[in-house]
């Protein structure tokens, strides 16, 4: 799977959860950057692209994400690694 493949299921994923279908997400989109996406929001949307992608992402990676980016990352090298 490409960056460019993550990224277009991650904008429609986004855009499902917060209901904002101008969404377009970047490796340096941040929380603050996109409306309605709290704390509450985060959990929906990490369990939305746990379910899209078929991974597991470990809480302690959860919590260190610093932007869309790295989410990109962990997706991609989890995917991977999957067995």
């Given amino acids: 799977?490409?960056?460019?493949?993550?990224?277009e299921r991650l904008?429609?994923?986004f855009r499902d959860v917060l209901d904002d279908e101008s969404i377009?997400?970047?490796?340096?989109?941040?929380?603050d950057d996109v409306d309605g996406w709290d704390s509450f929001e985060h959990i929906?949307?990490?369990?939305?692209?746990?379910?899209?992608?078929?991974?597991?992402?470990?809480m302690?990676?959860?919590?260190?994400?610093k932007n869309?980016?790295?989410?990109?990352?962990?997706?991609l090298n989890m995917g991977e690694h999957k067995s």
Avoid: C, H, S, W
Avoid at 1 to 7: D, I, K, N
Avoid at 60 to 65: A, E, R, S
Avoid at 68 to 75: A, K, L, T
């Fill in 24 to 31: 377009e997400l970047q490796d340096e989109t941040v929380a």
């Fill in 11 to 13: 904008n429609n994923v």
């Fill in 1 to 7: 799977m490409t960056r460019e493949e993550v990224y």
């Fill in 68 to 75: 869309v980016g790295e989410m990109v990352d962990i997706i």
């Fill in 44 to 58: 929906n949307i990490i369990v939305a692209v746990e379910e899209e992608f078929g991974i597991k992402i470990p």
């Fill in 60 to 65: 302690g990676k959860v919590l260190t994400m």
